[in-house]
């Protein structure tokens, strides 16, 4: 795909389970690095039209969590919690080859979470965060879940039904390509980003048979589960903090969103037109906000309505 691929290196890394952990990173050049992290069912490379255009100015880290990407899945799904403690080791495993450049955690949806307990774990781990339509419940909701999931009563989340009724086989590239474009939560994807995702979430064997690459009922485990806590952590919060969401995102992000605009310093909350998956829609743009806020300073809290050049959207990843 986009010419600036040739930029980027894979790497692993093996847990004490054997599981190994995979991604990609530009090579270390000394200027600010972004971790970035995924949304679930998808992968770090699913994002490369909108990283692509961040790497001018930042190096990039691109971590697959667990069942995702090119990561391996193990035995069972690890919950959120601990899926932030492993991508937290394996960053810090990589920490020499960072030493003194700014670090920037950098996630979508799931991982936005995943990056905000990251940084709640070890509170020097990120110098400023950047989170994309990070799925925050409000306190009641995340109360309720708390009671919920664990007794078995997964299916409030539709998502997790949906998940596992997902098709997951094509016969060829072109078929997989033809059937996600348009359709869905892609709908209103820019094409470069839908490609994407049928270049690096899906795996392809030697017959050119097609599958997704995070497994249906891997996927279904990250909806029917929610970390311990979120708002303790982001009550802990100390670094810039910029929140950038969807005007069509999910009622509850929204919700959140307003309760954290109330909250001022340390949290920038930039509203943008499109969905929940809304830099997948106009990644070139994406980029271009994420950097101006980036290299913006302020002071307390800055609530702003962005608009870029993207149709509205309905669906969310």
């Given at each position: 795909m ?20 995979r991604g ?8 600010p ?6 949304g ?7 994002y ?5 255009a ?11 969590v667990?069942g ?10 690890w919950g959120?919690d ?17 030493r ?10 799931f ?44 299916n ?26 348009g ?36 996927e ?9 806590r ?6 802990k ?19 959140s ?13 930039v509203?943008?037109k ?10 070139e743009?994406?980029a271009?906000i ?21 149709p ?6």
């Amino acid at each position: 795909m986009d010419i600036a691929m040739n930029q980027l290196t894979p790497w692993n890394y093996t847990l004490r389970d054997g599981v190994v952990i995979r991604g990609h990173r530009t090579e270390p050049t000394g200027k600010p690095v972004i971790h970035f992290l995924h949304g679930t069912g998808l992968s770090g490379l699913t994002y490369w039209p909108m990283l692509s255009a961040l790497t001018d100015e930042f190096d990039i880290f691109i971590q697959d969590v667990q069942g995702h990407g090119d990561s391996d899945s193990g035995d069972r799904f690890w919950g959120w919690d601990n899926n932030a403690a492993v991508c937290r080791e394996v960053w810090q495993s990589f920490s020499d080859d960072y030493r003194g450049c700014t670090k920037i955690g950098m996630g979508h949806s799931f991982g936005g979470i995943l990056t905000l307990l990251m940084q709640d774990q070890d509170a020097a781990l990120f110098d400023r965060l950047v989170l994309l339509d990070p799925v925050i419940f409000p306190p009641v909701a995340m109360f309720a879940i708390g009671l919920l999931y664990p007794i078995g009563f997964t299916n409030i989340n539709p998502l997790v039904n949906s998940s596992l009724n997902r098709r997951n086989g094509w016969s060829s590239y072109g078929e997989a390509l033809n059937y996600f474009s348009g359709r869905g939560m892609f709908k209103y994807w820019d094409p470069s980003a839908v490609r994407a995702y049928v270049d690096y979430a899906l795996a392809y064997d030697n017959c050119g048979q097609v599958t997704l690459k995070c497994d249906p009922t891997r996927e279904s485990e990250v909806f029917g589960t929610a970390p311990k806590r979120i708002w303790r952590p982001i009550n802990k919060i100390d670094v810039k903090t910029t929140i950038l969401y969807g005007e069509q995102s999910y009622w509850f992000v929204k919700k959140s969103m307003k309760r954290l605009t109330s909250k001022g310093e340390p949290f920038d909350i930039v509203n943008l037109k499109g969905g929940h998956c809304f830099m997948q829609e106009a990644p070139e743009d994406t980029a271009i906000i994420i950097k101006d806020r980036i290299h913006s300073s302020f002071e307390g809290n800055i609530s702003t309505d962005m608009n870029i050049s993207q149709p509205e959207a309905t669906s969310h990843c």
